[in-house]
């Protein structure tokens, strides 16, 4: 039987476990290896061993006692693979940081990030007549904001799981239907892709992180979709034609941010990442397990080593490439013959929508496509009906993390940065649950988790349909990403971020959603979305006018209520410190800077001068802040 499970990644990788033989039992089970699963499963772990740490200062009892404190990962790829997903926030910044991981070496494995560029595009009338909204990410001293290869990140994840006795095992796919969930323990099939052998294991916490596929959720209730619209995405990878510094895109784009380009019915993302595609897996886990050691002796950022000169010590593949993809309302209207676009359906919407736009055309220009970057069949990629939720995310004996319990739309990343709640959350109160003696103490622990995973769906789903309104206009479109941020980052909590430490960092990730659960934000949107509702067009100017006046007066509101504060004029361009709009206001804090010899982007700080991708001496890295 040829399982498509190549033997000798997944024997590699399940051999750097400390004991990688199958376990008989396990504390928790988590079914899927994805980044919601390892940050689940991290966090988790970390609890017990603090929690041992503090019963007992005897390394002995110590290190036996940790032996009861399981966790399981199954995985059925045979290494990390291939998502989408490249864009990371400051919220998955802060937990690395409280899990011990640092900025340098981050800034080693992926690309940097500075924030948030929106450009919305006219659809006619003259190309340049666009607006924008830009926004800073965190500065280089606190925590970083990165673009990342997915099957990078969760290598690395795997990685620290392993290190801290997390038992992750690939090639296991474990058998949902002949599985038995019980309030009393559950009692899990797995079986050996490669060996084609079946086993079993008890566990008392089964954790559902299969992500869309919801393979234990969808037991328990079926998918939720939401009324109205929804959205769905296309996407592609391309190499850039000319350096970056030369392409032509809008004024004051090129900077290490995510760049989105606003259309009236869907937006582009345009994410620069550097990929390890190709690079043999032993080498790459070779090469950040060294990176993983300079991390572990708190080696200053200049003493590691560049990407380049880590991908020549360790024989890798190294390269940067350019995500694009197309977000789209489902009920856009397409042409009924698009077979001149393309040879399938992705490639033919993704190239109609970009002819539609002269900036989107032109910036095209300038890239060519990667054709089967990550393997045989993966030129182009489509999903459709992307917003979901599940009803119910527990059941006897299991809790689904992730996007198992729902996901909206990427627009501002809630995939990774507001579902890893979720996972933290779920963590945090795994001890409880497994401590409880009787059925109603465990059924307590997760109908708390139910009560925090309901609204929080339906609150980012309403956060993507408001944003996706003021879209209709390049008039009313910064309106979304500039309420996005008054209440995401001018919250008391968000301001209080840099002091969290590992025992304090779930009451941010846990309560942050982008600002979309804030009562203000939740009664403004509303109203936005009563007035803009409609197919994906040019709304009349009178409506236009009406959503721009109701915005001022409800910011105005907020700002005055002292509840939400931050250094907006450093954090935005075309806005001072009151948030009052000012078109000759084109400056904001600049954080980061291109390095003279290779012309990538670095993310400056105090102690570095040294380029993280080439080596280069860039000299000290000091951040200019703007001033009123």
């Not at 869309?212 to 959205?231: C, D, L, M, V």
């Amino acid at each position: 039987m040829d399982s498509g499970i190549d033997p000798s990644d997944t024997i590699f990788l399940n051999n750097l476990n400390k004991d990688s033989s199958f376990p008989k039992s396990s504390d928790v089970v988590v079914v899927g290896g994805g980044i919601h699963s390892l940050i689940y499963a991290i966090h988790a772990k970390a609890i017990a061993l603090r929690r041992l740490k503090a019963k007992t200062k005897d390394s002995k009892t110590k290190s036996a006692a940790a032996d009861s404190t399981s966790i399981t990962v199954f995985e059925k790829g045979a290494s990390p693979g291939y998502k989408i997903g490249e864009s990371t926030l400051t919220v998955f910044g802060v937990w690395l940081k409280t899990i011990g991981i640092s900025s340098p070496l981050l800034w080693r494995l992926f690309g940097p990030k500075d924030g948030l560029a929106f450009y919305y595009l006219p659809q006619h009338g003259d190309p340049e007549s666009y607006t924008s909204f830009t926004a800073n990410g965190p500065p280089g001293d606190f925590v970083p904001t990165l673009q990342i290869e997915r099957k990078v990140s969760e290598l690395l994840l795997t990685l620290i799981a392993q290190r801290q006795g997390v038992k992750v095992l690939h090639g296991r796919q474990v058998d949902i239907n002949s599985t038995k969930l019980s309030d009393n323990g559950n009692v899990v099939q797995v079986q050996d892709l490669h060996a084609n052998t079946q086993s079993q294991l008890k566990s008392q916490l089964l954790v559902d992180a299969t992500g869309r596929f919801r393979r234990f959720a969808s037991k328990q209730a079926r998918i939720k979709r939401f009324e109205g619209w929804n959205t769905d995405a296309c996407w592609a990878y391309f190499e850039e034609i000319d350096d970056e510094s030369k392409v032509t895109r809008p004024p004051n784009s090129l900077k290490p941010s995510f760049t989105v380009l606003i259309l009236i019915d869907s937006w582009a993302w345009v994410i620069r990442l550097p990929t390890w595609e190709g690079s043999p897996l032993p080498n790459l886990v070779a090469m950040i397990q060294h990176l993983l050691t300079l991390n572990a002796e708190n080696a200053p950022p200049d003493a590691y080593p560049s990407s380049q000169a880590l991908a020549k010590k360790f024989k890798c593949k190294f390269r940067y490439v350019v995500s694009i993809g197309f977000a789209l309302r489902s009920d856009v209207a397409y042409p009924s013959d698009l077979s001149g676009f393309g040879s399938c359906e992705a490639e033919r919407k993704f190239n109609w929508v970009a002819s539609r736009y002269p900036k989107m055309s032109q910036l095209m220009t300038h890239h060519r496509l990667i054709h089967d970057l990550y393997g045989p069949g993966t030129t182009w990629y489509i999903r459709k009906q992307l917003s979901y939720q599940s009803p119910t995310v527990t059941g006897p004996g299991m809790a689904a993390i992730g996007d198992a319990t729902g996901f909206t739309n990427p627009l501002f990343s809630p995939g990774i940065n507001a579902n890893l709640g979720t996972s933290v959350f779920l963590a945090e109160n795994t001890h409880n649950y497994l401590t409880a003696t009787k059925s109603a103490a465990r059924a307590s622990v997760l109908m708390k988790y139910e009560d925090f995973c309901a609204p929080r769906i339906t609150n980012l789903v309403r956060m993507n349909r408001f944003n996706y309104l003021c879209m209709r206009s390049p008039e009313t479109g910064p309106i979304g990403p500039l309420w996005q941020y008054l209440a995401g980052t001018g919250t008391e909590i968000w301001r209080n971020m840099r002091h969290h430490d590992f025992d304090s960092v779930a009451e941010i990730l846990c309560n942050w959603e982008w600002g979309a659960n804030q009562e203000e934000y939740i009664a403004f949107a509303d109203q936005v979305i009563t007035l803009l509702e409609g197919p994906p067009s040019r709304p009349e100017e009178k409506i236009i006018q009406q959503v721009k006046e109701l915005s001022q007066t409800k910011l105005n509101e907020a700002v005055w209520s002292g509840k939400f504060k931050n250094r907006w004029g450093g954090l935005f361009r075309w806005y001072d410190d009151s948030l009052v709009f000012n078109a000759k206001k084109d400056k904001k804090d600049c954080l980061a800077e291109r390095c003279s010899n290779c012309r990538n982007w670095r993310i400056l700080r105090e102690d570095a001068a040294m380029c993280p991708t080439c080596g280069h001496d860039c000299g000290k890295g000091t951040p200019m802040l703007w001033k009123a």
